[in-house]
């Protein structure tokens, strides 16, 4: 697996990405991980075929978020207050 920690934009309030394969996020955290959790801390699978993911950064009160895929994945990332 390969991944990336992402640091929050200053003044940003909103996130989009988009990946080239599946990619997980984990927001808030550098703990991202492709395997299953039971406890509520899981990552979030963004699915290529689903498109973009846009968030909403201030209600998770995210400073870091972690991404990684199965296989080396292209994502973009899009930061921007409003």
Not at 5 to 15: C, D, E, N, S, V
Not at 19 to 46: C, P, Q, R
């Amino acid at each position: 697996s390969t991944g990336v920690i992402l640091t929050m934009a200053p003044g940003a309030a909103f996130l989009r990405l988009v990946g080239n394969l599946d990619f997980y996020v984990m927001w808030g955290s550098s703990g991202v991980s492709a395997t299953a959790n039971s406890t509520g801390a899981a990552s979030e699978l963004i699915p290529y075929t689903g498109g973009a993911v846009y968030r909403k950064l201030s209600t998770f009160g995210t400073t870091m978020i972690s991404i990684s895929s199965t296989a080396a994945c292209n994502v973009t990332q899009s930061w921007w207050c409003i």
